[in-house]
Nanobody, 116 residues
């Protein structure tokens, strides 16, 4: 059974930082591209950052967010700095094997709220 469990969300003031973590089980973790998506109220889910060997980011978070992975621990992280109110969303961990639609898994999401 595949599980992706996010943690680390919460309420933070603008300019603050949070670190999200995602623990994966039930997959050959090193073979999967890992990603963070987010969905704000009334908006579509969007890709925030993705990592396989290298990483890429949405333009809106470049220079502020850093994605990393630990293949020995089956963990992926998202360090979020200089947070803005527009970063408020539910953040989801995603694991995908290549471009497969079958081997594409999601966590339950963790709420991030940036507000003073």
């Amino acid at each position: 059974q595949v599980q992706l469990v996010e943690s680390g969300g919460g309420l933070v003031q603008p300019g603050g930082s949070l670190r999200l973590a995602c623990a994966a089980s039930g997959i050959l973790f090193s073979a999967y591209a890992m990603a963070w998506y987010r969905q704000a109220p009334g908006k579509q889910r969007e890709l925030v950052a993705r990592i396989i060997s290298g990483s890429d980011y949405a333009d809106s978070v470049k220079g502020r967010f850093t994605i990393s992975r630990d293949n020995a621990k089956n963990m992926v992280y998202l360090q979020m700095d200089s947070l803005k109110p527009e970063d408020t969303a539910v953040y989801y961990c995603n694991a995908r094997l290549g471009v497969s639609a079958q081997y594409n898994y999601w966590g339950q999401g963790t709420q991030v709220t940036v507000s003073s």
